[in-house]
């Protein structure tokens, strides 16, 4: 019998347990010093066929497949990853660094459990707050094929560190002499068949000076796979479409171009995709006209527009730039509703009575004619009494009437149960070569925002009844309510910032922000309750809006940067022309899907892209010497530091307790105060706290502050190491005299 089959046959015993190599020379017989070796090397090659696999501290095992699961990878900062399956049902499971195999992040991997007894944490541990730990066994779909990153020269090669910290490798490129070092770089990877092996990739692009102005966000963009570009068909599509509008497509459409409507948008807007109007109502009160660009006029299902549209699902609103859902023939010209100029929407009209009720509503397709094109900072002048605004007295008088109305339409929404949340955000200035000029919080127009905000609500909870009274397959946004856990943490940290209230519906948050208002610890509790809620999504379901206290919500306002708002429309139309229906529930649960993953992408790119410029900006003021005390609060404790936020620039950083060396500082298990040696609380979660600049990490997007007056840790002079990669672990490490390693001690 073969050696091979010696070792099967010997595992297959319901008597076995794994055992290391030595252990299993033993059971097998096997004394010989070769015969040894050709064990360990058939064990090798029946682990690569995936006939046996390796479990913790060596020992083999046959592969149990009924303690396999898929799932996505998804790395963890610390190193290792964990495993994610699309059934909820399924825990998820830690696979150490050693553990990852030919994984990459996000790849769809096949993982196998440890047995229990063998892994230090096991899947029934998860009452303990531990995963269940193994090993990956094969890579089902790779879906990483490229890297973004900076480009490096060795000794005698060049690789590249990726941008994605995720990624633990570098990528070793050939090919590239006529490419600068410290260059960001598009890198299409080879296949990678042996973890023993460097990983190898290709140059395709050369995106420019890490440096220079745009790359970063250009590097950023590319990584995630969005291309700012619209391919030539999506471009030919647009461009072929007539800037008048035929006779043909007036059909069915009412005719509002006598009426006034106008637009109020931001200063930089170039797309106006919404419109508003008020009259007094024939029947009492008044009519709010909701006026919404009818995309869904020009692009077609199945058109190359409509596929493009789908396949970015938003616009992106990076912090120099905007990746636009569709061309800008369409979104600042054809379908922007531009005054002066005659325009497709699909509007709505909300019949309100003078004490902001609404007693009625209506949608249909019209064609309009905007007499006036205002921005927020216009508006809220006229709304506080300031002049200068140059407001035409005809649109001045329609404001008079439409403030107060909607100001009023607001209390009700509140008192019904909506929550006020007034989420801080900062107005970032670049200069020409693309660095940060200013920083201000964005305050300014708040009444004006929120005249528009309201109008919108209001137009998209008609049109979800709609849908919804149709008894029709439809498209919602949901928010769902904070599950046990979230609404438990939400009160600890709401009583750590000594605000009383053990929440558990939306009318005890409100009563939670009225008692922070105005309090050192508003900006902290605010914080605390909006990291706590679930994240709102698109959905088939109709499961309402927790936040807004809608029991029927859509997005309908905005198709020119939403998909989703395409598809209500499209939904809508069919409605009103009592057509059947063209998606079903199973079609609509997918765009869904799809739209939220997108939103989500789009979320963390502005953030990160935000993000970059604000570091670049902390680390150009370190480098210049103008290291100045900020004033911040502590919005989160961690075992090994507090988390300091800056309100005036939403950036956040971290105080190690290791760079405190006038005492001794540790968290307590809550997480939610510092104490010291004798047990007495220093610092405490939503306490203001003056910190400076310690590090600035840019390529890490990390932030260290210290406290002013704490001495720092003093760092050798001279000079540094010279560091070549370990092209195996994607890792540096220090070379000394002759190249040679230095031993550890």
Same mark, same amino acid.
């Given at each position: 019998?073969?050696?091979?089959?010696? !070792?099967?046959?010997?595992?297959?015993?319901?008597?076995?347990?794994?055992?290391?190599?030595?252990?299993?020379?033993?059971? %097998?017989?096997?004394?010989?010093?070769?015969?040894?070796?050709? %064990?360990?090397?058939?064990?090798?090659?029946?682990?690569?066929?995936?006939?046996?696999?390796?479990?913790?501290?060596?020992?083999?095992?046959?592969?149990?497949?009924?303690?396999?699961?898929?799932?996505?990878?998804?790395?963890?900062?610390?190193?290792? &990853?964990?495993?994610?399956?699309?059934?909820?049902?399924?825990?998820?499971?830690?696979?150490?660094?050693?553990?990852?195999?030919?994984?990459?992040?996000?790849?769809?991997?096949?993982?196998?459990?440890?047995?229990? $007894?063998?892994?230090?944490?096991?899947?029934?541990?998860?009452?303990?707050?531990?995963?269940?730990?193994?090993?990956?066994?094969?890579? !089902?779909?790779?879906?990483?094929?490229?890297?973004? #990153?900076?480009?490096?020269?060795?000794?005698?090669?060049?690789?590249?560190?990726?941008?994605?910290?995720?990624?633990?490798?570098?990528?070793?490129?050939?090919? @590239?002499?006529?490419?600068?070092?410290?260059?960001?770089?598009?890198?299409?990877?080879?296949?990678?068949?042996?973890?023993?092996?460097?990983?190898?990739?290709?140059? =395709?692009?050369?995106?420019?000076?890490?440096?220079?102005?745009?790359?970063?966000?250009?590097?950023?963009?590319?990584? &995630?796979?969005?291309?700012?570009?619209?391919?030539?068909?999506?471009?030919?599509?647009? $461009?072929?479409?007539?800037?008048?509008?035929?006779?043909?497509?007036?059909?069915?459409?009412?005719? %509002?171009?006598?009426?006034?409507?106008?637009?109020?948008?931001?200063?930089?807007?170039?797309?106006?995709?919404?419109?508003?109007?008020? $009259?007094?109502?024939?029947?009492?009160?008044?009519?709010?006209?909701?006026?919404?660009?009818?995309?869904?006029?020009?692009?077609?299902?199945?058109?190359?527009?409509?596929?493009?549209?789908?396949?970015?699902?938003?616009?992106?609103?990076?912090?120099?730039?905007?990746?636009?859902?569709?061309?800008?023939? %369409?979104?600042?010209?054809?379908?922007?509703?531009?005054?002066?100029?005659?325009?497709?929407?699909?509007? *709505?009209?909300?019949?309100?009575?003078?004490?902001?009720?609404?007693? #009625?509503?209506?949608?249909?397709?019209?064609?309009?004619?905007?007499? @006036?094109?205002?921005?927020?900072?216009?508006?809220?002048?006229? !709304?506080?009494?300031?002049? #200068?605004?140059?407001?035409?007295?005809?649109?001045?008088?329609?404001?008079?009437?439409?403030?107060?109305?909607?100001?009023?339409?607001?209390?009700?929404?509140?008192?019904?149960?909506?929550?006020?949340?007034?989420?801080?955000?900062?107005? !970032?200035?670049?200069?020409?070569? #693309?660095?940060?000029?200013?920083?201000?919080?964005?305050?300014?127009?708040?009444?004006?925002?929120?005249?528009?905000?309201? @109008?919108?609500?209001?137009?998209?909870?008609?049109?979800?009844?709609?849908?919804?009274?149709?008894?029709?397959?439809?498209?919602?946004?949901?928010?769902?309510?904070?599950?046990?856990?979230?609404?438990?943490?939400?009160?600890?940290?709401?009583?750590?910032?000594?605000?009383?209230?053990?929440?558990?519906?939306?009318?005890?948050?409100?009563?939670?922000?009225?008692?922070?208002?105005?309090?050192?610890?508003?900006?902290?509790?605010?914080?605390?309750?909006?990291?706590?809620?679930?994240? *709102?999504?698109?959905?088939?379901?109709?499961?309402?809006?927790?936040?807004?206290?809608?029991?029927?919500?859509?997005?309908?306002?905005?198709? =020119?940067?939403?998909?989703?708002?395409?598809?209500?429309?499209?939904?809508?139309? &069919?409605?009103?022309?009592?057509?059947?229906?063209?998606?079903?529930?199973?079609?609509?649960?997918?765009?869904?899907?799809?739209?939220?993953?997108?939103?989500?992408?789009?979320? $963390?790119?502005?953030?990160?892209?935000?993000?970059?410029?604000?570091?670049?900006?902390?680390?150009?003021?370190?480098?210049?010497?103008?290291?100045?005390?900020?004033?911040?609060?502590?919005?989160?404790?961690?075992?090994?530091?507090?988390?300091?936020?800056?309100?005036?620039?939403?950036?956040?950083?971290?105080?190690?307790?290791?760079?405190?060396?006038?005492?001794?500082?540790?968290?307590?298990?809550?997480?939610?105060?510092?104490?010291?040696?004798?047990?007495?609380?220093?610092?405490?979660?939503?306490?203001?706290?003056?910190?400076?600049?310690?590090?600035?990490?840019?390529?890490?997007?990390?932030?260290?502050?210290?406290?002013?007056?704490?001495?720092?840790?003093?760092?050798?002079?001279?000079?540094?190491?010279?560091?070549?990669?370990?092209?195996?672990?994607?890792?540096?490490?220090?070379?000394?005299?002759?190249?040679?390693?230095?031993?550890?001690?």
């Amino acid at each position: 019998m073969s050696i091979d089959n010696q !070792i099967i046959d010997f595992m297959k015993k319901p008597s076995y347990l794994p055992m290391k190599q030595h252990e299993l020379a033993a059971a %097998l017989g096997i004394t010989d010093k070769g015969e040894r070796r050709s %064990l360990r090397h058939q064990l090798y090659t029946l682990e690569d066929q995936g006939t046996i696999v390796r479990l913790r501290k060596n020992r083999w095992s046959l592969p149990n497949k009924e303690n396999r699961m898929i799932g996505t990878v998804k790395m963890l900062p610390k190193g290792g &990853a964990v495993i994610i399956s699309d059934d909820p049902e399924i825990e998820e499971v830690f696979v150490g660094a050693r553990n990852m195999g030919l994984a990459y992040p996000n790849d769809l991997v096949e993982v196998e459990r440890y047995h229990s $007894e063998y892994g230090e944490r096991n899947a029934s541990s998860s009452s303990s707050g531990r995963r269940g730990e193994g090993r990956v066994t094969a890579v !089902i779909e790779r879906r990483m094929l490229e890297v973004v #990153g900076t480009l490096k020269k060795a000794r005698y090669h060049y690789f590249v560190t990726a941008d994605n910290p995720n990624f633990p490798h570098s990528v070793r490129v050939t090919e @590239c002499e006529h490419i600068d070092k410290n260059h960001k770089v598009l890198v299409r990877l080879d296949p990678w068949t042996d973890p023993y092996q460097t990983i190898t990739g290709t140059i =395709i692009e050369d995106l420019g000076e890490a440096s220079a102005p745009g790359v970063d966000v250009d590097s950023m963009l590319r990584a &995630a796979g969005v291309e700012e570009a619209f391919p030539s068909r999506v471009i030919a599509e647009a $461009e072929a479409i007539p800037n008048t509008i035929p006779e043909s497509m007036l059909e069915g459409r009412r005719d %509002l171009r006598k009426e006034v409507i106008f637009t109020i948008d931001p200063d930089t807007a170039r797309d106006f995709d919404d419109a508003i109007s008020l $009259e007094p109502h024939p029947d009492g009160g008044w009519r709010l006209g909701v006026h919404i660009a009818d995309v869904s006029a020009y692009v077609k299902p199945g058109s190359a527009l409509d596929t493009e549209g789908y396949k970015r699902g938003n616009s992106i609103y990076l912090v120099d730039r905007v990746v636009m859902m569709l061309p800008t023939e %369409l979104t600042t010209q054809i379908c922007s509703l531009n005054p002066n100029e005659d325009h497709l929407t699909h509007s *709505a009209y909300i019949h309100l009575s003078d004490e902001g009720e609404r007693l #009625g509503y209506e949608t249909f397709p019209a064609i309009i004619h905007s007499q @006036c094109r205002m921005t927020y900072k216009q508006v809220q002048k006229h !709304i506080d009494g300031e002049e #200068g605004h140059q407001i035409p007295g005809f649109i001045q008088e329609r404001l008079n009437k439409l403030y107060p109305l909607i100001r009023t339409v607001r209390k009700n929404r509140i008192r019904q149960g909506s929550l006020e949340i007034n989420t801080p955000d900062v107005e !970032i200035k670049l200069n020409e070569r #693309g660095e940060v000029d200013s920083m201000t919080p964005r305050s300014a127009a708040k009444e004006a925002y929120q005249l528009i905000e309201d @109008c919108m609500l209001l137009a998209n909870r008609a049109v979800a009844e709609k849908l919804m009274g149709a008894d029709r397959p439809a498209l919602y946004r949901i928010h769902e309510e904070p599950d046990e856990e979230q609404w438990n943490k939400m009160a600890m940290e709401l009583n750590a910032l000594g605000i009383p209230i053990l929440p558990r519906s939306r009318e005890e948050l409100n009563e939670a922000f009225a008692l922070a208002e105005g309090t050192p610890t508003e900006y902290t509790a605010l914080l605390a309750i909006l990291r706590n809620f679930k994240r *709102a999504e698109y959905t088939a379901r109709q499961v309402g809006h927790f936040g807004l206290a809608f029991e029927d919500y859509t997005h309908f306002t905005s198709p =020119i940067r939403r998909y989703p708002d395409l598809v209500v429309h499209r939904l809508l139309k &069919a409605i009103e022309k009592n057509s059947p229906p063209t998606l079903s529930k199973e079609n609509i649960e997918e765009i869904a899907s799809h739209c939220t993953e997108t939103e989500k992408k789009a979320d $963390e790119l502005e953030k990160k892209s935000t993000e970059k410029k604000r570091l670049d900006y902390f680390n150009q003021l370190l480098k210049a010497g103008k290291n100045s005390t900020f004033n911040g609060f502590i919005v989160g404790i961690k075992k090994r530091g507090m988390v300091i936020e800056l309100p005036d620039s939403l950036q956040r950083g971290m105080v190690a307790f290791a760079s405190i060396k006038s005492e001794w500082l540790e968290a307590d298990d809550s997480l939610l105060e510092v104490t010291n040696r004798e047990g007495t609380t220093r610092y405490r979660l939503g306490d203001p706290l003056e910190v400076m600049i310690a590090k600035v990490d840019v390529e890490r997007a990390l932030l260290d502050f210290m406290i002013p007056g704490e001495p720092q840790k003093k760092t050798r002079q001279g000079r540094k190491p010279r560091v070549e990669p370990d092209l195996r672990s994607g890792k540096a490490k220090p070379r000394g005299k002759n190249g040679r390693r230095r031993r550890r001690k």
